[in-house]
């Protein structure tokens, strides 16, 4: 069946502006992920969301990220005033009770 | 809060020889390990999961071992090839967040 998707596969912004990164999880798949790859750093957990629970959103670096899961599905990912720190591979990943994560290929974000 | 390391950070083989990755935490109270692979520009997509019970996964060329008590997870592949080219990473779960290493790049040579 389809996998993850994520949209756009490659964004590339101007310093300060908005960005919204989408994610569309399989079908079913209760609990949603997104994560941050840096150039050279390792996996980077920004925010979680399980049902219709609160989400975790320890991970966001700043008040800038904010995260929505609109019908327990699509997510999408905003970024505010983007800074050039921001520049990553977004990735978002589901799964069925936080088992097997299963991640799409990634938004890789420029921020120029 | 967990530290996950995976050594050594890049590897090449030839083809046909045996794959040793090597990861290792620093709290045993975890739920699960996972171990990845990615390839350059995509996602990473899940090779082995192995519940915080349990000693060791096993599908076709690839076993996972797990031992809490020192702290370590290896991933072993046979026989490699060069498709099996990739980063490796290997993820430990507390409850639903998982902690990653910084992976292990591998490079099989045909």
């Known amino acids: 069946g389809a996998g993850v998707s994520q949209s756009p596969s490659n964004k590339v912004t101007e310093k300060g502006k908005d960005v919204e990164l989408r994610c569309d999880p399989i079908s079913g798949h209760t609990a949603l992920y997104w994560y941050r790859q840096s150039l050279g750093q390792g996996l980077e957990f920004l925010i979680y969301?399980?049902?219709?629970?609160?989400?975790?959103k320890s991970g966001l670096p700043s008040d800038r990220f904010s995260a929505e899961r609109t019908g327990g599905s699509v997510s999408t990912l905003t970024i505010q005033r983007t800074q050039q720190e921001d520049s990553a591979v977004y990735l978002c990943a589901s799964s069925l009770a936080s088992q097997v994560l299963h991640f799409g290929n990634g938004t890789r974000l420029t921020v120029t | 809060k967990q530290e996950v390391t995976q050594i050594p950070a890049a590897l090449s083989v030839p083809e046909g020889e045996n794959l040793v990755l090597n990861c290792s935490f620093t709290d045993s109270a975890i739920y699960n390990l996972q171990w990845f692979r990615q390839d350059p520009g995509k996602g990473l997509t899940s090779l082995l999961l192995?519940?915080?019970?349990?000693r060791e996964q096993t599908s076709g060329r690839l076993n996972a071992s797990l031992d809490k008590s020192s702290g370590r997870s290896t991933l072993y592949i046979a026989a490699s090839q060069p498709g099996d080219s990739a980063t490796y990473l290997c993820?430990?779960?507390?409850?639903?967040?998982?902690?990653f290493g910084a992976g292990t790049t591998v490079t099989v040579r045909a």
């Open positions: 192995i519940q915080s019970s349990q």
């Open positions: 993820a430990l779960s507390n409850d639903y967040k998982l902690s």
């Open positions: 969301f399980q049902g219709n629970s609160a989400p975790d």
